[in-house]
Nanobody, 116 residues
């Protein structure tokens, strides 16, 4: 069983930065992808960024050039550096662990609020 613990959300002014962290514990499958989705009020959950265990990354068009996803040295931690934040980035951000074998696991979510 895999458990995800997220941290780093909060309130920031437009143009500011935040860094989200997500650490996976438990039975981690070495071949996996980790990443972040977000859900704003009244909207569907959407992909923000993902990174595979091999280091391949994918970003939503809306965050390209502003957000950077990376892995920690322990490989079971993923970071999302968010710069030049906009009010439209306001959402609950969810970490996801997705092994190539087995089921995906979601974190509990962390609120990011960007004020104008």
């Amino acid at each position: 069983q895999v458990r995800l613990v997220e941290s780093g959300g909060g309130l920031v002014q437009a143009g500011g930065s935040l860094r989200l962290s997500c650490t996976a514990s438990g039975s981690i499958f070495s071949s996996n992808a980790m990443g972040w989705y977000r859900q704003a009020p009244g909207k569907r959950r959407e992909l923000v960024a993902t990174i595979t265990s091999g280091g391949s990354t994918e970003y939503a068009d809306s965050v390209k050039g502003r957000f950077t996803i990376s892995r920690g040295n322990a490989e079971n931690t993923v970071y999302l550096q968010m710069n030049s934040l906009k009010p439209e980035d306001t959402a609950v951000f969810y970490c996801i662990y997705s092994p190539t074998r087995g089921f995906a696991v979601w974190g509990q979510g962390t609120q990011v609020t960007v004020s104008s």
